[in-house]
């Protein structure tokens, strides 16, 4: 497996943090969720939605998903909250209400579209997930074409070009673009008020998660995987089902730290 390379900031000691409170940045599936076998098919728990809002009361501000999904998609499963948000692996950035930052939709990406579909209606199992700006290819139903479908995205990710790049995760592939990640967002966020001069805790569960966890190792944060697999996380939790119990806990008694991970 190769872990994912991120470029930062030279001058990203300057936002490194000043204060003992944390900024607690969240994943989605795989960490909030336990994965699904299909996209739409995940479950929060309803507990979830409300302790996070209280998490974000108690943190002034500073919680913010991290995710694949689209920010649109997070609002709907999160409803009636709306949490900042970084969707598409960071090709959007909504704060405060506010869209910092948004990729446009590369004009090849409507042709790759077109080849992903095509290559799922001759194939059972497989599972085109158009996001607009980014678009994936899942086998989770169909682990035997993985070879297949990686192959189809690698090719399809050279024939577009430097604008885009190919994000591999958990029977998952995705184009996205190229200056999108999830560790770039997290640097961002880290720059914007509630964020700024606390120290980041950033939480995920898979490939799609390293940049973030490089970007807040070298910030001085806590970087934490869930399950197993390789990883430059500094520390692990077991499963969602764990980290769930460390949330509601924490929001019962008003106060999350990073301590609240060990």
């Not at 030279?10 to 994943?27: G, K, N, Q, V, W």
Request: with cysteine; aromatic share 4%.
């Amino acid at each position: 497996m190769t872990l994912i390379e991120t470029e930062l900031p030279h001058d990203i000691r300057d936002i490194a943090p000043t204060e003992s409170e944390i900024a607690l940045f969240l994943d989605f599936d795989g960490t909030l969720v336990e994965i699904a076998p299909m996209p739409d098919a995940v479950h929060l728990d309803r507990q979830v939605a409300p302790a996070l809002e209280s998490l974000r009361a108690s943190l002034g501000g500073a919680l913010a998903l991290v995710s694949g999904r689209p920010v649109s998609f997070l609002d709907e499963v999160l409803a009636p909250y709306r949490f900042d948000a970084a969707g598409l692996h960071g090709a959007q950035i909504r704060v405060d209400g506010e869209i910092l930052s948004q990729s446009a939709v590369p004009e090849a990406m409507r042709e790759a579209t077109r080849d992903l579909v095509r290559f799922a209606n001759s194939h059972v199992g497989i599972i085109v997930e158009d996001k607009r700006i980014s678009i994936a290819l899942h086998w989770r139903l169909a682990p035997t074409l993985k070879d297949e479908a990686l192959e189809l995205m690698r090719n399809v990710a050279a024939r577009m070009g430097p604008a885009i790049r190919l994000q591999e995760g958990k029977s998952v592939a995705e184009l996205v673009p190229a200056g999108a990640s999830k560790g770039g967002a997290i640097v961002q966020l880290m720059q914007a008020a509630p964020y700024a001069g606390r120290r980041p805790v950033f939480i995920g569960d898979d490939i799609t998660d390293e940049a973030g966890f490089e970007a807040v190792n070298a910030l001085g944060g806590l970087s934490i995987r869930i399950g197993d697999g390789e990883t430059c996380a500094a520390h692990r939790i077991a499963s969602p089902t764990a980290l769930r119990t460390i949330l509601l806990t924490a929001a019962e008694h008003g106060r999350l730290t990073a301590s609240s991970f060990s």
